[in-house]
C-alpha cells in the first residue's frame, strides 16, 4: 500500500457526523444507522481514515433510508491515518493496522448481528477495506460484497469469492488499476454460473472517489452518488433474508 493516493483529500474527521450514534458491537465502536427491526444489515469497512469520516457516515445514512440496518464498525481503533503526522508514516501505521486483523475484527461483530436477528448481511468496502471484505466473501459470512477502489485485492482473491460481488474500479487508480480491475471482471465472468457480479470503471474519476470527494465539487459529487447508487442497487438485490453461515 505504498501509493500515496491511499492519503490524498483525507477528510476532516467529524465524531457527530451522520444522523445514527455510537454504539458497541462485537467488541467495536461502531456507527449505526438505520432500522433495528429490519433483518438486514449492511456493513461498511472503511478507508485508512476511519469510521468517523462524515461522507462515510452519510452513505451509511443512504443504504439506511433504503431499509437496511447499517454498521460502521471502528476496525481502526480510534487510531486513523494521520497524514500530518511524520513519525508514522503509512508503511509504519499499517504495520498496525492490517486488513487481515480487520477480516478477524469482523467476525464477532457479525456475530453479533446474527445474534441480533439479522437474517442477512451484506458488505461494502472502501480502500483498506475492499480487503476485508473479499476475505469475507471467499467464506459465505455475507450474502453480498461490494468493493469500491478496493487495496491489496489480488486475482487470487477474486477467484475465492463465494457470493455476489459488485466491484466499482476507477480510470485513475495505482491501487486498483483497469487493467487489473478487467482482469477480476475476467475471472467473475467464467464463474458467471456460481457467482453473480458487476464490475464497472468510473471514468475521470481517482482512487477513494465514492467517500474523500469534495462536497463543493458537483462533478465529483454526481459521480460519488453514482457509485452509491449501484451500491445500493446490489444490496436491495442479493441482501434478501438468506441465513447466514457464520
Not at 462524515?54 to 452513505?59: E, I, S
Not at 473479499?134 to 487470487?156: G, M, R, Y
Not at 465539487?217 to 457509485?227: I, L, N, S
Amino acid at each position: 500500500m505504498s501509493g500515496l493516493q491511499c492519503c490524498s483529500n483525507p477528510p476532516t474527521i467529524n465524531p457527530s457526523s451522520g444522523s445514527g450514534h455510537v454504539e458497541k458491537l462485537g467488541g467495536l465502536d461502531s456507527y449505526v444507522t438505520g432500522f433495528p427491526d429490519s433483518k438486514l444489515a449492511i456493513l461498511l469497512v472503511s478507508d485508512i481514515f476511519g469510521f468517523e469520516a462524515p461522507n462515510l457516515r452519510k452513505l451509511a445514512d443512504k443504504v439506511a433510508a433504503a431499509g437496511f440496518f447499517v454498521v460502521v464498525p471502528d476496525f481502526l481503533y480510534g487510531d486513523p491515518y494521520a497524514p500530518e503526522d511524520a513519525n508514522r508514516p503509512l508503511p509504519v501505521w499499517i504495520k498496525d493496522h492490517g486488513p487481515a486483523k480487520g477480516f478477524e475484527d469482523a467476525k464477532p461483530v457479525l456475530g453479533a448481528l446474527r445474534r441480533k436477528g439479522f437474517s442477512a448481511v451484506g458488505a461494502a468496502g472502501f480502500c483498506w477495506g475492499g480487503k476485508v471484505v473479499v476475505e469475507l466473501a471467499k467464506h459465505n459470512f455475507i450474502q453480498a460484497a461490494v468493493l469500491c477502489h478496493p487495496s491489496f485485492v489480488t486475482v487470487d482473491d477474486i477467484k475465492a469469492v463465494k457470493v455476489p460481488i459488485s466491484i466499482l474500479g476507477a480510470e485513475i487508480d495505482h491501487m486498483s488499476p483497469p487493467e487489473v480491475v478487467k482482469q477480476f471482471e475476467e475471472v467473475l465472468t467464467a464463474k458467471s454460473e456460481v457467482v453473480k457480479s458487476h464490475v464497472k470503471i468510473f471514468p475521470k474519476v481517482a482512487h477513494g472517489w465514492t467517500v474523500r470527494y469534495n462536497v463543493e465539487d458537483e462533478a465529483a459529487v454526481k459521480c460519488a452518488e453514482e457509485a452509491h447508487q449501484n451500491l445500493l442497487e446490489w444490496f436491495l438485490n442479493h441482501v434478501k433474508g438468506i441465513r447466514s453461515s457464520l
